[in-house]
């Protein structure tokens, strides 16, 4: 089979309650429109390193947001929402309208995303197995949206050690979390380089969108 083929017919284990896959759910001129509101957003709002808690380890992805809410991470204060970018202090940048009528079309939630949190994966970048539980508001789901290159993603239980599935998240893919599955460990083990493309103000890698809901509305 072709690396095309592949990348198109690749299998996803049957997925637990609380998850929906809408494969390429953007076509490629949504994903290129897109990619063009992530670029001005990451000129008014530079990608940052965050780090962890007390060590100050970097992570491997670098991060910015979209919309009054973005999640930041530090040594001295932890993971937390904030109003403004951490290095340059201004506020993120507004949420693009795509996003929002993304939203309001899949989430099934009765208020807006508050945070988009943009995450960009160079080649080599990873995330680990963690658990998204610094939103006040976990009745509403996460909406993610990948663009670029193709990325190996895991899922697991509610706990660290349950079993985890793995499948590929592609470019355009919308991937869902709610009710049961909020609260799920995941992560991604590697992106796949050459796989896809990002604009040349970006470079080579991936970016996942992750609109959150934070407060209770
Ligand atoms: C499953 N991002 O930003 S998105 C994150 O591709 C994060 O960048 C990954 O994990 C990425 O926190 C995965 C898919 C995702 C997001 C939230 C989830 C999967 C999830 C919450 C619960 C279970
Ligand atoms: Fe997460």
Redo the contacts with the bound molecule.
């Keep these: 089979m072709s690396a095309r083929a592949r990348l198109f017919d690749d299998p996803v284990p049957e997925l637990p309650a609380g998850?929906r896959l809408y494969r390429r759910c953007l076509n490629e001129q949504e994903q290129a429109a897109l990619l063009e509101e992530v670029v001005e957003i990451l000129r008014r709002a530079p990608l940052f390193t965050p780090r962890m808690p007390r060590t100050g380890r970097a992570f491997s992805?670098r991060m910015s947001n979209t919309g009054p809410l973005g999640?930041v991470a530090d040594r001295e204060k932890g993971y937390r929402y904030e109003p403004a970018h951490p290095e340059t202090g201004r506020p993120w940048p507004a949420m693009p309208k795509m996003l929002l009528e993304l939203w309001a079309e899949l989430a099934g939630y009765p208020a807006p995303p508050e945070a988009g949190?943009i995450?960009h994966?160079a080649p080599g970048a990873k995330?680990g197995l963690?658990?998204?539980i610094d939103e006040e508001a976990l009745d509403a789901p996460?909406v993610?949206i990948?663009l670029g290159c193709s990325?190996r993603?895991r899922?697991g239980g509610l706990k660290r050690r349950e079993p985890t599935i793995s499948f590929d998240?592609h470019a355009g893919d919308v991937?869902i979390?709610e009710g049961p599955?909020?609260?799920?460990?995941?992560?991604?083990d590697r992106i796949y380089p050459g796989t896809g493309s990002l604009p040349s103000e970006i470079g080579e890698g991936?970016i996942?969108i992750?609109l959150r809901r934070v407060a209770h509305p």
């Design positions: 998850v992805v999640w949190l995450n994966y995330m963690h658990i998204d996460i993610s990948s990325a993603f899922l998240l991937l979390l599955s909020r609260l799920r460990y995941h992560g991604i991936r996942n992750t």
